[in-house]
């Protein structure tokens, strides 16, 4: 898998011991990219994230970052290595002001990098120092987003996985959050994200996966799902070809 960042190879992982969501999946993301993983609800697409992260240990098979299994790390060696994570829905602490979230997703830095870090985040963030001082529970949708996006961005991680980043956010303030992300991956940011607005990704994203029961379905140019008549059967759910028959064009199902 050339310029692979990520890999995933064979995975199979659950919530339970009776409960399987990733089937034997098989998936790369590649360096500097935005890779989109969309597909219906429970094809396993939040808990590929959570895997990667730490969050669960496979059951089988392997993951690979940047080539070296992280199969079982910690989040906090992940963290280290280079990964942050932005999971869905509101993940502040709300009655914090924004200057005091900030510094807790800097705790792991040595002291003297902190500040650094800080300016370096609220230069790309100014609204946030606008409210540097204000409740996190005060800021919008949209700044509340930028306040976690941000607060990730203080480890100046190499890749950034984002859970449906546009939940209960504005038309308007979801496209803002989808050129940030284009933006960090243009400057060399590796994004892997899941997004409920998949019309909206697919025009900020590099690469599309389509997941079906834990397992790749699909593995296309954004452009060519933009451009089928059948993409909310994909994203909703339905069958889709066979991964051996990836180079067959979509219109043949």
Wanted: aromatic residues 4%; glycine residues 10%; without cysteine.
């Amino acid at each position: 898998m050339s310029n692979s960042i990520i890999e995933f190879d064979q995975v199979v992982a659950g919530y339970t011991p009776s409960v399987t969501i990733l089937n034997g999946t098989t998936l790369d993301a590649r360096a500097g990219e935005i890779t989109l993983l969309i597909g219906p609800n429970g094809a396993g697409k939040s808990t590929v994230l959570k895997t990667l992260f730490g969050m669960l240990v496979p059951r089988s098979g392997e993951v690979r970052f940047e080539g070296r299994r992280v199969n079982g790390k910690s989040q906090r060696e992940l963290l280290a290595q280079g990964m942050a994570y932005v999971p869905q829905g509101r993940n502040l602490f709300a009655s914090l002001s924004v200057l005091h979230n900030l510094e807790l997703g800097g705790i792991t830095l040595p002291r003297a990098e902190r500040g650094p870090r800080m300016d370096e985040v609220l230069a790309r963030f100014p609204r946030l120092l606008e409210r540097i001082d204000n409740q996190a529970s005060t800021l919008s949708g949209g700044e509340q987003k930028q306040l976690e996006i941000g607060r990730a961005l203080l480890l100046r991680p190499r890749v950034l996985l984002i859970d449906e980043p546009s939940i209960g956010l504005s038309p308007r303030l979801v496209q803002e959050v989808m050129a940030l992300l284009r933006q960090l991956a243009d400057q060399g940011v590796t994004v892997l994200m899941v997004e409920q607005n998949v019309r909206t990704a697919l025009k900020y994203s590099d690469r599309a996966l389509v997941l079906e029961m834990g397992r790749l379905a699909l593995d296309r140019p954004p452009a060519h799902l933009l451009d089928d008549p059948n993409l909310n059967r994909l994203f909703l759910g339905g069958h889709v070809p066979d991964p051996e028959r990836l180079d067959a064009p979509m219109q043949e199902r």
